[in-house]
């Protein structure tokens, strides 16, 4: 065998082995922060008047086998009431302060019921602003999108706040206000406050200390194959969130 093809087997071995070394450190490297479970309190009035997200009046929401109530490694909230079929606990949605006009076609909006207790996931996907809420210093409140997704008979329906980033925009929305309301001794946040930011919904009291965003309610249609979200019109809702780990 000549020296050249000894030379050029010698730098593939090598190339492999680094290669090889490479590949092994960035999965390490790569390896996701783990999710934290977090107690959920869901307030059924604010400033004496009844809010259009409210509890099922069986108390706070914790993670076990049957309920998902946690922040995720990225830094993003998720409750999810129907994580098991053995989860007993539900939520109040009040679809009962539609926005005129804004249903199809410009029409009345269109609402499945007016107001009733429903299996819900909400999802606050703060990494599409660019926000951890592990991270949001004390005192501070930031801006982020909220998703709440529902099924009611045989069909399938999300309530979105998200007027700016990622997937399902909807610019006449609200985004939500989540203020971090104590840190650990690691300087990270470990409660937190989610309320309207109220900026196109405006006051839902007299004197602004309740404030209510507009959300879109649509309806979840396979369409080629892909569920696709369908407008069923904008709606107020008023809601006041606390979380706290653990």
Known sequence: MSRKIKLSMLAGCLLVLIGGTISKHSVSAGKPTADVPV???IADTAGGIPLQIQSDGA???KNTSAVQSIIQGIGDWELDTSF???STRNVWVDLG?????????????????TAGLVKVRFISKCSLYNVNMFTIPVGSTVNCPLASGFDYGDERYRI???PIAGVDVNPETDFVNIT???INTSSKCISWSMN??????????ADCSVKQNIARLSKMVTVRGRLTPISQGDFYIGFAIGITNP
């Open 39 to 41: 107690t959920v309190l």
């Open 59 to 61: 108390g706070t929401y």
């Open 84 to 86: 098991s079929a053995s």
């Open 97 to 113: 302060k539609p926005v005129p006009g804004s249903g199809p076609n410009g029409g009345p909006p269109i609402a499945p019921f």
């Open 160 to 162: 979105h706040m998200n």
């Open 180 to 182: 971090c309301n104590a």
């Open 196 to 205: 309207p930011s109220g900026l196109k919904g405006g006051c839902a009291t």
